[in-house]
């Protein structure tokens, strides 16, 4: 078997004021541009289906001379079922519009791909032009049944990325911005509270969800006393009594339990309408990249914590844990948004995000190569394959993908010297 090309990784680019940021050849999240190809739809569900990353494959050929793949045009990846859609080089490079009845990418706080899209699903991830680098070692498939083989290889790849990056571990927090930046006030913008406001409404839209799911709970709690309960005995002096009983009494604890959180849940969405209606009146008018002062930033700070206390049980699940966290968010808006946007983050984040942020928490994004092995089958099952891309988990991008999750698009040779894309197939795997 020839030689298979070396493993490149697909990085995040470092973000500059440049206007032409969103004029990149490739990138992920954002529209695709399929020069007026039809967007790919699932063929169970026949809705289209959510556009992850398009790779410009001049730019590709340029780190990787020696790849198998066309030296000009694009790939485009869709998620969910999986499809791969080749576009000449001298397509319309207009962005495609996302059609209707679209696969959601993912909610806010929330689920991605969400069964039951909320007003407030986004249709979209978040766009970020990336690069490409070639590793020097071997894109060879290792002897699986050899452990030391496959263990060299992994050691291998990980010496290279790491010589070619700053590699992370963990998750990106704006406190770890501001610390790396040398300050110790967390700051916010509107966006925060904006952002909060939205978070009540998507948890007002889930609440019945809430409600029904812990119905079946209450029921069987009032079923079980119910079985539980003697029928009363009568002799000729009257009614006998009947001896405690253990598991009643157990039953009976129980269903008042459930009848308490069930009362409970009910008072919380009573108030919800007017609390929403509260958070909604603060961030009204603002501009989302605007600083708050600190006064504003403690009133804020009270409104979250009402939301945490007073409406636990509809906001726990839906909303951020903590403001921290939304200054998180705000952040990674700022770096992912429009030129105003961007503007607005202050340049040490900037330049903090740029240099520690390009690879995954997990690994990195690959095309070519030894892939990562979550479970074990998708790159057993596709040894004698290409890994055409490998998407990780990524919060940069809200790639959510599972616990620690990967996607990896598959391609026999056969089908790559044909360039039949149709034919390639679609992997996933978490922990």
């Known amino acids: 078997m020839p030689a298979r090309p070396s493993p490149v990784v697909v990085s995040l680019k470092p973000r500059d004021p440049n206007p032409r940021w969103h004029d990149a050849r490739s990138w992920f999240g954002g529209q695709p541009r399929l020069g007026g190809q039809p967007w790919p739809r699932g063929r169970k569900s026949g809705q289209a289906l959510p556009f992850a990353a398009q790779l410009d494959l001049a730019e590709l050929a340029a780190a990787h001379p020696d790849s198998p793949l066309p030296k000009s045009g694009s790939l485009a990846f869709f998620l969910d079922e999986g499809a791969v859609v080749f576009v000449p080089d001298r397509a319309d490079r207009t962005p495609t519009p996302t059609p209707a009845n679209a696969v959601g990418c993912y909610e806010p706080e929330g689920d991605i791909f969400p069964q039951k899209p909320s007003p407030y699903t986004r249709f979209a991830f978040p766009f970020w032009p990336i690069a490409f680098t070639t590793l020097g070692v071997s894109g060879d498939m290792p002897d699986f049944d050899d452990d030391d083989s496959v263990e060299g290889l992994q050691e291998a790849l990980s010496a290279a990325v790491a010589a070619a990056f700053e590699k992370r571990e963990f998750f990106f927090t704006a406190k770890q911005a501001i610390v790396a930046a040398g300050e110790t006030v967390m700051p916010f913008w509107w966006h925060g509270p904006l952002t909060y406001a939205e978070h009540l409404r998507i948890a007002q839209f889930h609440a019945g969800d809430v409600e029904r799911a812990r119905r079946p709970y209450l029921e069987k709690a009032r079923s ?68 708050m002062t600190p006064a504003e930033v403690e009133a804020f700070r009270a409104l979250f914590k009402r939301g945490r206390t007073e409406f636990e049980d509809i906001a726990r699940y839906r909303t951020p844990h903590s403001p921290e966290d939304i200054a998180t968010s705000t952040m990674l808006a700022m770096m992912t948004g429009d030129e105003t946007a961007f503007a607005a983050l202050p340049v040490p984040y900037r330049d903090y995000i740029n240099t520690r942020y390009r690879l995954t928490s997990s690994g990195w994004h690959q095309i070519f190569g030894l892939g990562v092995d979550i479970q074990g089958s998708a790159i057993s099952e596709n040894v004698d394959n290409h890994l055409l891309l490998q998407l990780m988990y990524d919060d940069m991008v809200a790639w959510r993908f599972g616990d620690m999750g990967a996607f990896q698009f598959w391609i026999t040779p056969e089908a790559l010297a044909a360039r039949d894309w149709n034919a390639a197939s679609l992997t996933f795997e978490c922990h």
């Not at 079985?227 to 006998?240: A, E």
């Not at 009910?266 to 007017?274: N, P, S, V």
């Open 224 to 291: 079980e006393v119910v079985r539980l309960t003697p029928k009363k005995r009568f002799s000729l002096f009257g009614t006998r009594p009947t001896p405690p009983d253990p598991a009643l009494e157990k039953a009976q604890k129980e269903l008042a339990r459930a009848e308490a959180q069930d009362a409970r849940y009910r008072r919380q969405l009573a108030g919800f309408d007017a609390f929403i209606a509260e958070a909604d009146a603060f961030a009204a008018g603002r501009d989302p990249w605007t600083p």
